[in-house]
């Protein structure tokens, strides 16, 4: 799956580049990206693990359960709120759909991990919530928002930027409790 990722990048950006329309500073910017990148590393880790170890580590398992989460609410964000009637490409399916599907199936189905801990709500919900104050702050420099309901001058005003993160934010918080409720009821169920 990681592999995936990979191509549905290659296929983005080659076609970006051969359109003269790939700007770095933009593309590296969307959390769909950073997190997808980041899925890479997780997916492609997990793979070695599985090779190497009998069960995933406790910090592995950590990692997974967040990066599920970023992808699911990556998902439920971009088909829910921003998905456009012609943006069924190869990429937009990969990262918006296909590998949303795989980790939260692969998290349900597979329960040979680890015991995480309640504090993987804080660790994981924190990284959106530093995206979207670095994301502000950059705003104000380059005067560009990679989502509409981060902008403040589209008709939201701050007060409807600080409701869509604080909504978003709490569906990351919920997404990444249940993925731990449910590691620890795998663990329960293992341990009965």
Wanted: net charge negative; charged share 10%.
């Amino acid at each position: 799956m990681g592999l995936l990722i990979i191509a549905a990048y290659i296929d983005l950006i080659s076609g970006q580049v051969a359109e003269g329309t790939f700007t770095p500073g933009t593309h590296f910017a969307y959390l769909t990206n950073q997190t997808s990148y980041s899925n890479i590393v997780v997916l492609i880790a997990g793979g070695i693990l599985a090779w190497t170890k009998a069960a995933d580590t406790v910090l592995y398992a950590t990692v997974r359960a967040n990066f599920t989460a970023y992808a699911v609410v990556v998902a439920v964000v971009y088909n829910g709120l921003l998905r456009e009637p012609d943006h069924f490409d190869f990429h937009n399916e990969v990262t918006h759909v296909a590998i949303p599907v795989y980790l939260l199936a692969d998290w349900i189905i597979r329960a040979r991990r680890p015991r995480i801990g309640w504090n993987t709500v804080w660790i994981g919900a924190s990284y959106p919530l530093v995206w979207a104050l670095v994301t502000l702050i950059r705003a104000q420099f380059v005067d560009w928002y990679p989502y509409f309901f981060l902008n403040p001058h589209e008709g939201l005003e701050w007060s409807g930027v600080t409701i869509y993160i604080a909504v978003i934010t709490l569906v990351f918080v919920a997404v990444i409790s249940a993925l731990v409720g449910l590691n620890r009821l795998h663990q329960r169920s293992v341990e009965v």
